[in-house]
């Protein structure tokens, strides 16, 4: 059976050699205009603050590699609420006890965001552990919340940052917060126990 032939004149795939035709008018458009959004949300990506509530969850990551560490030492909350007012942090933290689950290990005053911020920690038997901290602000400075727990009061502001859990609530003119990897509805439950004035000792 013979070959089927090509008419004379006509290119095959292997012959074409000229300009290969440009894709002109509205996809052209389009793809510039995807391109221009993919490209200034990366520049927001990178620019953007990331937040109070991020720069809080940094603490707990240098609490747990030992750069953010108690510099007074004590089990006693009440004694501790006094030792960190007097580091000019500006008011009285309420430093409140979580035993028997948790013991105290005392806390310290640093820096957030050029202000001082104060943080103490807990640590239970098996080397969990919490951070709670305190600055002088509002809830309105942390940017919207994933959850709001209204069920008491004060209502908890609810932000999680990877494996952690952060509880935010306010007592007077400063805001405190919970933050630990512990299960998230553990951490609203330690968070309920701050906030019940007869859990300080």
């Known amino acids: 059976?013979?070959?089927?032939?090509?008419?004379?004149?006509?290119?095959?795939?292997?012959?074409?050699?000229g300009p290969r035709p440009l894709v002109r008018g509205a996809p052209v458009v389009v793809g510039a205009i995807v391109a221009a959004l993919a490209l200034?949300?990366?520049?927001?990506?990178?620019?953007?603050?990331?937040?109070?509530?991020?720069?809080?969850?940094?603490?707990?990551?240098?609490?747990?590699?030992?750069?953010?560490?108690?510099?007074?030492?004590?089990?006693?909350?009440?004694?501790?609420?006094?030792?960190?007012?007097r580091s000019d942090l500006?008011?009285?933290p309420s430093v409140a006890s979580?035993?028997?689950?948790?013991?105290?290990?005392?806390?310290?005053?640093?820096?957030?965001d050029g202000r001082p911020i104060a943080?103490?920690?807990?640590r239970d038997s098996r080397a969990d552990m919490v951070l709670v901290e305190a600055f002088a602000g509002t809830?309105?400075?942390l940017g919207e919340p994933e959850d709001v727990r209204t069920e008491r009061q004060?209502?908890?502001?609810?932000?999680?940052?990877?494996?952690?859990?952060?509880?935010?609530?306010?007592?007077?003119?400063?805001?405190y917060v919970l933050v630990t990897t512990l299960p998230g509805e553990r951490a609203v439950t330690l968070a309920r126990r701050l906030t019940t004035p007869s859990s300080a000792r």
């Open 1 to 17: 059976m013979d070959e089927q032939e090509t008419p004379p004149g006509t290119l095959t795939d292997g012959d074409w050699s």
């Open 40 to 85: 200034g949300a990366l520049i927001v990506a990178l620019t953007r603050d990331p937040g109070r509530p991020s720069r809080i969850a940094a603490h707990y990551v240098a609490m747990m590699a030992g750069a953010l560490s108690p510099r007074f030492e004590t089990a006693d909350p009440v004694e501790l609420s006094a030792a960190l007012a």
């Open 90 to 92: 500006g008011f009285t």
């Open 98 to 112: 979580l035993e028997p689950e948790f013991t105290l290990l005392g806390g310290d005053v640093h820096e957030l």
């Open 119 to 122: 943080a103490w920690f807990y």
């Open 139 to 141: 809830l309105r400075d």
């Open 154 to 175: 004060p209502a908890l502001h609810i932000f999680r940052k990877t494996t952690q859990t952060l509880a935010f609530w306010e007592g007077g003119d400063v805001v």
